[in-house]
């Protein structure tokens, strides 16, 4: 296995997918690395335009532990019209930060999930995100975490979210899109706490999870459950 070191700093790199659910089903299988490449980074690493892992696995060796703990750093910032893809990711204490519009995320695979996998911060009214072809599992608390009026549109299609407390949990101020996404062996799917959202929905398969949906009053679904 190559091993590749990374600890000159934060790297900025630009350039160039009583249960509610719907019954028996076996667990979708968490992608192996397609690359025996190990990528060890301490730093949080800072993408603009496209960022490829190449299958490569990229673990955290920085401060911060796998826990519930608030504050602790990403392994990846994601700004403005960035593309993160193909990326094996391992010990990410707050996994994947957003910090800007058109920002998409392909082939992300995290088998276990530390404090959050994605999220974005309060009030940063981020446009046209998209999360697709990737994997989420063995989450003690959030894979996906939309703050208040954090994000807009967010496209969120052809996941699998596996062993999760809540795979998605968003606020006001979001407008979501989940389409043809798996969620196994999960206890809430989708988790609305509070204020006005839209959540369109279709194509979804629930395996075994106990909420497919827990919302307050400002939520208005659309599609099928």
Same mark, same amino acid.
């Given at each position: 296995?190559?091993?590749?070191?990374l600890s000159l700093?934060?790297c900025?790199?630009?350039g160039g997918g009583?249960?509610?659910?719907d019954?028996?089903?076996?667990a979708?299988k968490?992608?192996?690395?397609s690359?025996?490449?190990l990528v060890q980074?301490?730093?949080?690493k800072?993408?603009?335009?496209t960022?490829d892992c190449? !299958?490569a696995?990229y673990?955290?060796?920085?401060p911060g532990? $796998?826990? &519930?703990?608030e504050?602790?750093?990403?392994?990846f910032?994601?700004?403005?019209?960035?593309?993160?893809?193909n990326?094996?990711?391992?010990?990410?204490p707050? !996994?994947i930060h957003?910090?800007g519009?058109n920002i998409?995320i392909e082939?992300i695979?995290?088998?276990?999930?530390c404090?959050d996998a994605i999220?974005?911060?309060k009030?940063?009214n981020?446009d046209?995100?998209?999360?697709?072809d990737? &994997?989420?599992?063995k989450c003690?608390?959030k $894979?996906l &975490?939309?703050n208040p009026?954090?994000?807009?549109?967010?496209?969120i299609?052809n996941?699998?979210f596996?062993?999760?407390?809540r795979?998605?949990?968003?606020? !006001?101020g979001s407008d979501?899109i989940?389409?043809?996404?798996v969620f196994?062996?999960c206890k809430?799917?989708?988790?609305?706490?509070?204020?006005?959202?839209k +959540?369109?929905?279709k194509?979804?398969?629930?395996i075994?999870?106990?909420?497919?949906?827990r919302?307050t009053?400002? +939520?208005?679904?659309?599609?099928?459950?």
């Open positions: 296995m190559t091993v590749l070191i700093g934060a900025e790199v630009s009583g249960a509610d659910g019954g028996g089903g076996s979708p968490i992608r192996e690395p690359s025996n490449k980074l301490n730093r949080t800072t993408i603009s335009g960022f190449d !299958g696995t673990r955290w060796t920085g532990d $796998c826990s &519930q703990k504050g602790m750093p990403p392994m910032v994601l700004r403005a019209g960035a593309t993160l893809r990326c094996f990711i391992e010990g990410a707050d !996994g957003l910090r519009s998409k082939n695979v995290m088998a276990d999930v404090e999220s974005a911060p009030n940063a981020y046209n995100i998209e999360i697709t990737s &994997q989420f599992a003690e608390d $894979c &975490q939309f009026r954090s994000v807009k549109k967010v496209l299609k996941n699998d596996v062993d999760a407390t795979c998605i949990r968003f606020k !006001g979501l989940v389409e043809d996404n196994y062996k809430e799917a989708l988790r609305h706490s509070e204020g006005s959202a +959540l369109r929905v194509g979804n398969k629930f075994g999870v106990k909420h497919k949906v919302k009053s400002g +939520l208005s679904i659309s599609g099928d459950l």
